[in-house]
């Protein structure tokens, strides 16, 4: 399996509070993607990084920050949490951006009340 | 982006072989097709992916067809531990890592 670690697992938080998550990852892939799952939607592409400090907005981005200071950890910032953010939020990487496969992270359910 | 039609739902005996269908008549010459499947509670795990011709791997087989409007996933013998969610996606190298995954198709196996 790849080495993909995604914490925390699972967080409740308040509206209007800040969460940060992360995405940790032992391969030294350059690429790196924040998806969401919701009901009904699948996965949606939030943000996404293609080396350190290089990053770039998916299709929901807004409400959403991103950050990339080490090969190995990816960033996603909730600056203001609301509850349509509530989801299921993984992490992915891939060798290379063409038509490499990506490789998931176990997810961390995130619920805003 | 080009997206794909498979079947909601299928089932198969442990065992078996099992044939997951999946329609791309808008595919472009430059699209990869890309399979991923889902178990409950865990992020989707890469399968197989192919451009033109068939290809396995330890996995499972994809067969395309010689139009590449359809493919076909091949599992060769269910075990308990493939039902999950089957993802069959279009992957064009510009779009980089934003896959439609769509609804997927539901794999159930019996025992």
């Known amino acids: 399996d790849a080495g993909i670690t995604q914490s925390p697992r699972h967080k409740v938080t308040e509206t209007g509070t800040p969460v940060t998550l992360r995405c940790h990852q032992t391969?030294?892939?350059?690429?790196m993607y924040w998806y969401r799952q919701d009901p009904g939607h699948g996965l949606r592409l939030i943000h996404y990084?293609?080396?350190?400090?290089?990053?770039d907005k998916g299709e929901v981005s807004d409400g959403y920050s991103v950050s990339r200071s080490k090969t190995e950890d990816f960033l996603l910032t909730l600056e203001s949490a609301t509850s349509s953010q509530t989801s299921v939020y993984f992490c992915?990487?891939?060798?290379?951006?063409?038509?490499?496969?990506?490789?998931f992270g176990n997810g961390t359910r995130l619920t805003v009340t | 982006d080009a997206k794909t039609t498979q079947p909601n739902s299928m089932e198969s005996n442990e065992e078996e072989p099992v044939h997951l269908p999946c329609n791309h008549s808008?595919?472009?010459?430059?699209?990869?097709i890309h399979w991923y499947r889902q178990l409950p509670s865990q992020g989707p795990e890469y399968v197989i992916h192919?451009?033109?011709s068939n290809v396995n791997n330890r996995m499972a087989s994809l067969a395309i067809a010689e139009d590449r409007k359809s493919s076909t996933l091949i599992l060769h013998r269910a075990t308990l531990r493939d039902a999950a969610v089957y993802y069959c996606?279009?992957?064009?190298?510009?779009?980089?890592?934003?896959?439609?995954f769509g609804r997927g198709t539901q794999l159930t196996v019996w025992p």
């Open positions: 996606i279009l992957c064009r190298g510009s779009t980089l890592g934003r896959l439609y």
């Open positions: 992915a990487i891939s060798e290379a951006g063409d038509n490499s496969p990506l490789h």
């Open positions: 192919g451009l033109t």
């Open positions: 990084s293609y080396g350190v400090k290089d990053t």
């Open positions: 391969e030294n892939h350059r690429y």
């Open positions: 808008t595919i472009s010459g430059t699209d990869y």
